[in-house]
């Protein structure tokens, strides 16, 4: 079994198969022993809870027992997509595992129209505008490591400024319905994402630019030292360059520079060191349809 790090998976043990005969029994009856014992923890319901030691590619092995009877399973420490969608009445499937900082939205998988994250703050670093909006805003741990990156970057004489961070479903429908106006509901859809399918609605990832660029958001900021310094340093800090260049055919999107998406040092520094996207890292073999 495979499961991701931090995560809970319930075993509900109801019966053990033994070489002869399946044995029913109550959850509450069996012992378990934990393999290495520091990795994961198990409550007498069988709610099994990886610690925050688990990491990518561990092995834990779990002992159920049962009046002389016991079962082994080996579990697989690994960010995984199993089980993290479900199909919906709408035509894109729906995200189940919304909360995890490992969460995949694309074109293919949406966020619940309702979901808003509830542990949205404002970092505490230079905006590219003034006054108060949701733009400001990112989940509490993207917003403080976004904040430890803005500070290293200040000290290596390089200047960035937040430009957009969380959007809500609401406020993408508006873009999105503003744009199909515009330019048609096929223009539209190939430049702006549909509601439900912007990275921006996790409150995972802001889009950053530079004084020296005049704060915009175009592939030129690639080029710039601001920009080379983003992607040289962001793993560093568990963000990565979510859109890198040459990749639209994996994740559905031409080259962002500025679109950052925090998912944690030890997912970061895999996709930035072997030059992957996020869909590939989960071996996302799939490409992202784009027309
Ligand atoms: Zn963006």
New binding site residues.
């Given amino acids: 079994m495979v499961l991701s790090p931090k995560s809970t998976f319930s075993l509900e043990l109801y019966s053990i198969t033994t070489e002869h005969t399946e044995i029913e029994i109550n959850p509450m009856d069996i012992t378990y022993d934990i393999q290495p014992t520091n990795l994961a923890s198990i409550d007498d319901r069988g709610l099994l809870s990886l610690s925050n030691e688990a990491k990518t590619g561990n092995q834990i092995d779990v002992y159920a027992n049962y009046e002389g009877f016991t079962t082994q399973i080996t579990i697989t420490v690994k960010y995984s997509l199993e089980n993290t969608i479900v199909a919906s009445n709408s035509e894109i499937p729906k995200i189940t595992n919304q909360e995890s900082t490992a969460v995949l939205v694309n074109k293919q998988r949406s966020l619940e129209d309702n979901y808003i994250p509830t542990d949205l703050v404002q970092p505490n670093i230079p905006f590219s505008f003034t006054g108060e909006s949701e733009k400001k805003w990112l989940r509490e741990e993207a917003a403080r490591a976004l904040e430890q990156l803005f500070d290293q970057a200040k000290q290596e004489n390089i200047q960035l400024n937040g430009v957009?961070g969380y959007r809500s479903y609401q406020t993408q429908k508006s873009i999105f319905n503003w744009n199909v106006q515009e330019q048609g509901e096929e223009q539209a859809r190939r430049y702006s994402a549909y509601p439900g399918t912007?990275?921006?609605q996790t409150g995972l990832?802001?889009?950053v630019s530079s004084p020296s660029v005049n704060n915009v958001?175009e592939e030129s900021l690639g080029s710039t030292k601001e920009g080379q310094w983003l992607a040289e340093h962001a793993a560093e800090f568990g963000f990565i360059i979510?859109?890198p260049q040459d990749k639209e055919h994996i994740t559905g999107y031409a080259y962002?520079p500025?679109?950052?998406r925090y998912v944690g040092k030890e997912i970061a520094s895999e996709i930035m060191g072997h030059n992957i996207t996020l869909e590939e890292y989960f071996d996302e073999s799939t490409p992202v349809i784009t027309e």
């Fill in positions: 957009s912007s990275e921006h990832a802001i889009d958001l979510r859109y962002e500025w679109h950052l």
